[in-house]
């Protein structure tokens, strides 16, 4: 009894309308193409599963062991070979047909958008240039975690990989394709509407594989506009005097040899330019210059909203959505409020005091040798609480 209450509680748990990564559940044309193609077959298959389970019922009852003589052995009955050859021959001919045409469907390039896409142990990078959507983008823009795109837009994803296969996946956009390095592969995404699509990394790529995911953020035109003009603006240097300010510097000597925050110069006035490759394994880590315009970090697993704005922005209408993301931490905090009310503070607290407490880099600390030096993820820098309290307040002005 306890067994099958579990099996259908496992069975239509995956039918839950909030389950965000349900593949039965398509948000854009793409998802759709798969899901008119699973669904049909999913019905054949469980058509075809139901004869064989009750034809195997059958035989168990009604030809058990009752200590009756040998049946007659025979073989070779011509017409009932040839029919167990067609039937299934047919069946898989009509499965191929639709499946077939959607793979060519799905490898269709045309697109009003490229986007480049990174895999590295454990976050994603997104990489903008061009146009997209329409929208001119200047200057590269370079994110993490969080994929914006304008919604209603055919975007073409370039996937590769750093350092290990990893595998990208919106389920409610698309199927998965894999990361690998070397190699550049293509995956077209595009969402109906406005919205939050979740997703995470889907090929073993390491000790933190399980905290490696990711999410595709669809706005309107207009909006993804205002996105790609704030992601744009010059670097604001923190006002003198300030804790930011201090922040600032501790920045400089503390984050910015792994971490770029564009426009940021040294006293000198040279610009401060990152060195990822230099420190980690993979060779980069994520660009901070926006950092506070997301809605998570380190692999898109730990909110910087606080649960109940995240909640609300979840639960947005398509319409609303847009403007409630684009204050993201500051939402609901009006527009002369100095802090932000949405701001998960701690969450950023505990990833600058111990990062590797909350995603583990190594199994052992003597593998940190076996690297070169070079670490993977983020190391504990073993902050001070005034060091941490100034670097909260520098990063809170990266929006
Ligand atoms: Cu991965």
């Given at each position: ?7 259908a509680a ?23 193409t ?19 389970f ?18 007659e052995?025979?073989h ?13 021959a047919?069946?898989l ?9 959607a793979?060519f469907d799905l ?15 454990w976050w994603?990078e ?15 823009i370079?994110?993490?975690g ?35 390095p ?20 889907t090929?073993?790529?390491?000790l ?25 603006a ?7 005097g ?16 792994c971490?770029?925050?564009n ?12 060195e ?6 993979a ?10 315009t997301r ?18 922005l ?6 609303e959505?847009?403007?409630?993301y684009?204050?993201g931490?500051?939402?609901n ?8 009310v949405?701001?998960?503070e ?22 940190v040798?076996?690297t070169g030096?070079?670490?993977r ?7 001070t609480?005034d ?6 307040a ?6």
């Amino acid at each position: 009894m306890a067994v099958a209450a579990f099996a259908a509680a496992v069975l239509f748990a995956g039918c839950a309308q909030d389950a965000p990564q349900d593949t039965f559940q398509p948000k854009g044309p793409n998802a759709r193409t798969i899901d008119d193609v699973q669904r049909p077959l999913f019905y054949v298959a469980g058509i075809v599963g139901l004869i064989v389970f009750a034809v195997i019922g059958y035989s168990i009852i009604r030809f058990k062991d009752r200590g009756q003589d040998m049946p007659e052995q025979t073989h070779g009955k011509t017409w009932l070979e040839v029919t167990l050859t067609v039937i299934p021959a047919v069946i898989l001919a009509g499965v191929a047909i639709p499946t077939v045409a959607a793979v060519f469907d799905l490898d269709d390039k045309s697109n009003e958008c490229v986007i480049n896409v990174t895999g590295q142990q454990w976050w994603w990078e997104y990489d903008y240039s061009g146009t997209c959507g329409g929208v001119e983008i200047t200057q590269p823009i370079v994110t993490s975690g969080e994929l914006v795109i304008p919604a209603d837009t055919p975007v073409l994803l370039r996937i590769t990989s750093r350092d290990v296969i990893h595998s990208y996946w919106i389920p409610a956009l698309n199927g998965k394709r894999d990361a690998v390095p070397g190699r550049l592969q293509t995956l077209r995404m595009e969402a109906d509407e406005p919205g939050i699509y979740t997703g995470q990394c889907t090929e073993f790529c390491g000790l933190s594989h399980a905290r490696m995911r990711q999410a595709a953020v669809a706005l309107s035109t207009a909006d993804f506009q205002t996105w790609v003009t704030n992601q744009l603006a010059a670097y604001v240097a923190p006002e003198a005097g300030t804790l930011a300010a201090t922040g600032e510097g501790t920045f400089v000597n503390q984050c910015s040899r792994c971490h770029q925050v564009n426009g940021l110069v040294a006293a000198d006035g040279t610009p401060v330019l990152a060195e990822p490759d230099l420190y980690v394994v993979a060779g980069a880590a994520p660009n901070l210059t926006n950092l506070m315009t997301r809605t998570a970090i380190a692999g898109w697993t730990f909110d910087l909203l606080t649960d109940a704005c995240r909640e609300q922005l979840w639960n947005a209408s398509p319409e609303e959505f847009g403007s409630l993301y684009l204050q993201g931490v500051w939402m609901n905090s009006g527009p002369d409020a100095t802090k932000p009310v949405c701001f998960a503070e701690a969450t950023l607290r505990d990833w600058l005091r111990d990062p590797a407490a909350m995603k583990p880099n190594y199994a052992s600390p003597d593998q940190v040798a076996s690297t070169g030096g070079l670490t993977r993820g983020m190391p504990n820098l073993n902050l001070t609480e005034d060091q941490i309290d100034q670097l909260i307040a520098f990063l809170l002005e990266r929006k």
